[in-house]
C-alpha cells in the first residue's frame, strides 16, 4: 500500500498561477514523506504491541492523504470522487454520521441572485435558525452567516443599526435589512486571497476550498459586507443535529482556522432548490432565483420593483438586491 | 389557548349574528329539523369539537417536505394572474390525505389545512356535517367551540362579517363581489379584490412564496397558507437568538 503518487501533468483552469506549477510545493512533500508514511503504517500494523485501533490507523492514514490533496479546482474528477470518499469516511469514523458530500457543478446557463423585501422582513431571524441547522454552523460559537439589523425608520444606517436585538419583533418605527454573503460579481475577497483558495463558481456563488485555507483572514478584512466567519475554534455540530446532505465547496465539516460563509445553499441551490432561509422566511421576504432566465422571479423583482444594492459605490456588483413593496 | 373564553363568546356572538345576518332558520326550527341522526352527536362531530383547531406542530414534526416531493402536491392553474415572463402558474392545493390534509410542514412554513381542505373533496368534516343545509346556521346546538380559534378581525372595514366573504347560502363557498363563487383552494381571486397590488407582487414573485424549489415547475402557495384570512397580520413574536457580537455592534465578531 505505496502512498508515493507519481506527479501528473496538473490541469491547468485559470488564473492563479500557484495552480499551474506540475510539482508544487505540497506534491513533493507528499512524495517524499509518502514513503515514509507508509512505512510507519506498516511498522504499526505489524506491531501487535501497539496502542492504536485499526480505526485510529486508518484515521491518521486518512488525514494524511487528506493533508497532502491539492485544490479543489485542480483536481480530477477521479481525485475529486477519491477526497469525497475519504471525507465521508472520516465523518463517519468521528462522529459515526453517514453523511453525502456532493461536487455537484454548476448548470450551465444560470447565475444565482438574490432579493431580500425590507418592507416585509420583521426580524424573526428564522433565516438564521435555518441557515445553521442546513449549514452545520458551529454550535460551541454560535457562527451565524445572516445578520438581521434592525434600523429606525427613514434611513439605511447601519453604523446605527443593532445586529443584536432580542426583543420582541417588529418593533414600533423600525425596520430590518438582512445581509448574508451578497456573491458579488466582482469579489474583493477573491482578489486577496494569498493562495487561491476562494473563487467564484460560474454560476456567480463566491465559494472556498476549507482544505486549502491558511486562515489569513485577508478575505474577511476585504469583505465591505461583513460577510465572512472565522472559525477561532475547530466546530461544534451534535451529531444528531448534523445535517447529511452535504457539499464539498458548502456546508461539509469546517476546520479550526479556516474562513466561512454563506454560500447560497449550494448543496441545495444547485439542484433546483430554494436556499434554506428563503424556504425558511416566514414573511416571504426572501425572492431567490436564475438572474439569466426572463421568467423567473428574480427577474420580476428587479424590473417591477424599486431596488437598490448595498454599498453600490464600492462596485463590488452585489447580486444581492433590496426592494420595498 | 389562554384567551379561549373571550374567544367562545366572540365566537357565540358571532353565530347569534350568522343566525340573524343569515335569517334562515332559529335555533328551534334547527333542532326540529335535526331529526333522528343528528340527536346525538356523533363521534365524528364529537371530534370535530377538539380537532378543529389549527393543529400543533407536534402533529406534524415529521411531515416534511422532502426534495422532489413537489410531484405530490396538489395544485390548480392559475388563469387570472400570470407570472413572471409570462409564464403561466400553480397554486397549492390543499389536500385530503388524511396524513397531510391537517397541516403540512414546507421548510419551517407550516400550511395550516386544518379547515381548509378543498371543499369539493371534504372528506373528513364536510361543513354540512355541523352547518344544516349548507347555510351558516349550526345544526347542532350543543357542539359548542367548533370554530373558536376563529377570530374574526378582518376586513376592519365589515367588522369581519362572515358574509363578506363566505358564501352565505352555502358555506363551502366563497362570494366574490361580482357574485361569482370560488372555492377555499381559490382564495387568491376573494383576497385580490381589496388587496390586488398584493396579487399582482404574488403572481410575479415578489410576494408570498414558491413551493420547493426555484427551478421547474412553479406552484405558489396561497394567501391563506401564510394569512390567517380571519386575522391575516403577522402576529409580533420573539426573533430567534440574537448573533454573539463582541467588540463592534452589527459587525463582525
Redesign the interface.
Known amino acids: 500500500m505505496s502512498t508515493a503518487r507519481t506527479p501528473e501533468p496538473v490541469a491547468v483552469t485559470d488564473d492563479g498561477s500557484m495552480l499551474q506549477k506540475r510539482v508544487d510545493r505540497r506534491r513533493a512533500l507528499a512524495i517524499l514523506l509518502g514513503g515514509a508514511a507508509a512505512a510507519s503504517q506498516a511498522m504499526s500494523a505489524c506491531a501487535p504491541l501497539t496502542t492504536m485501533s485499526d480505526e485510529e490507523r486508518e484515521m491518521k492514514l486518512l488525514a494524511w492523504r487528506e493533508y497532502i490533496k491539492g485544490n479543489y479546482r485542480v483536481m480530477t474528477e477521479a481525485e475529486r470522487a477519491e477526497t469525497i470518499a475519504r471525507l465521508e469516511r472520516i465523518a463517519k469514523i468521528k462522529q459515526g454520521a453517514d453523511v453525502t458530500i456532493q461536487s455537484t457543478g454548476a448548470q450551465p446557463g444560470v447565475v444565482f441572485g438574490y432579493a431580500f423585501n425590507i418592507s416585509k422582513c420583521k426580524g424573526f431571524r428564522s433565516c438564521v435558525e435555518a441557515c445553521i441547522n442546513e449549514n452545520n454552523l458551529d454550535r460551541r460559537a454560535a457562527t451565524q452567516y445572516i445578520r438581521i439589523f434592525e434600523m429606525e425608520d427613514g434611513i439605511v444606517d447601519l453604523d446605527h443599526a443593532d445586529a443584536t436585538f432580542q426583543h420582541e419583533v417588529p418593533a414600533q418605527g423600525h425596520f430590518y435589512m438582512g445581509t448574508q454573503c451578497f456573491q458579488c460579481a466582482d469579489p474583493p475577497c477573491v482578489k486577496v486571497c494569498p493562495v487561491g483558495a476562494t473563487w467564484q463558481e460560474p454560476d456567480g456563488i463566491t465559494v472556498i476550498d476549507y482544505d486549502w485555507c491558511i486562515g489569513c483572514r485577508y478575505c474577511m478584512a476585504a469583505c465591505p459586507y461583513w460577510a465572512r466567519r472565522f472559525n477561532w475554534s475547530a466546530p461544534e455540530v451534535p451529531v444528531a443535529e448534523l445535517n447529511p446532505n452535504q457539499h464539498y465547496l458548502g456546508n461539509r465539516e469546517r476546520k479550526v482556522g479556516v474562513v466561512e460563509k454563506c454560500h447560497f445553499c449550494i448543496h441545495r441551490t444547485r439542484q433546483g432548490r430554494l436556499p434554506a432561509c428563503a424556504e425558511a422566511c416566514p414573511t416571504g421576504a426572501r425572492v431567490f432565483g436564475n438572474l439569466l432566465d426572463p421568467s423567473s422571479e428574480i427577474r420580476w423583482v428587479l424590473a417591477n420593483k424599486r431596488v437598490f444594492r448595498l454599498k453600490e459605490d464600492l462596485k463590488t456588483e452585489p447580486r444581492f438586491w433590496y426592494f420595498t413593496d | 389557548m389562554i384567551r379561549r373564553r373571550e374567544i367562545v363568546a366572540a365566537i357565540s356572538v358571532a353565530v347569534v349574528w350568522m343566525n340573524a345576518a343569515c335569517g334562515e332558520r332559529d335555533g328551534a326550527a334547527d333542532r326540529a329539523a335535526l331529526g333522528a341522526p343528528h340527536g346525538e352527536p356523533t363521534p365524528d362531530i364529537a371530534r370535530a369539537k377538539s380537532d378543529s383547531g389549527v393543529l400543533t406542530l407536534e402533529t406534524t414534526r415529521n411531515a416534511t417536505l422532502q426534495?422532489g416531493a413537489l410531484q405530490t402536491v396538489y395544485a390548480a392553474p392559475v388563469d387570472n394572474w400570470q407570472?413572471?415572463?409570462?409564464?403561466p402558474f400553480e397554486v397549492a392545493l390543499r389536500t385530503v390525505d388524511p396524513t397531510t390534509a391537517l397541516s403540512r410542514r414546507?421548510?419551517?412554513?407550516t400550511m395550516r389545512t386544518s379547515l381548509r381542505v378543498r371543499a369539493p373533496d371534504l372528506g373528513q368534516y364536510p361543513c354540512t356535517s355541523c352547518h344544516l343545509g349548507r347555510r351558516m346556521v349550526l345544526a347542532d346546538k350543543r357542539v359548542v367551540g367548533a370554530h373558536e380559534n376563529i377570530q374574526t378581525a378582518h376586513p376592519v372595514q365589515t367588522g369581519g362579517a362572515c358574509a363578506t366573504c363566505h358564501a352565505a347560502g352555502n358555506v363551502e363557498f366563497l362570494a366574490l363581489k361580482s357574485g361569482e363563487r370560488v372555492t377555499l383552494d381559490h382564495t387568491y381571486r376573494l383576497c385580490a379584490q381589496c388587496h390586488f397590488?398584493q396579487a399582482e407582487?404574488w403572481a410575479?414573485?415578489?410576494?408570498?412564496?414558491?413551493l420547493?424549489?426555484?427551478?421547474?415547475r412553479r406552484v405558489l402557495m396561497g394567501c391563506a397558507d401564510?394569512h390567517d384570512p380571519h386575522k391575516p397580520a403577522?402576529e409580533?413574536?420573539?426573533?430567534?437568538?440574537?448573533?454573539?457580537?463582541e467588540r463592534i455592534?452589527?459587525?463582525?465578531?
Not at chain 2, 106 to 109: A, K, L, N, P, V
Not at chain 2, 204 to 210: L, Q, T, V
Not at chain 2, 212 to 216: A, L, T, V
Open positions: 426534495p407570472g413572471p415572463g409570462s409564464q414546507f421548510g419551517t412554513i397590488a407582487a410575479g414573485g415578489a410576494h408570498g412564496k414558491r420547493d424549489g426555484w427551478q421547474g401564510c403577522i409580533p413574536r420573539i426573533p430567534f437568538r440574537a448573533p454573539r457580537l455592534r452589527g459587525r463582525d465578531q
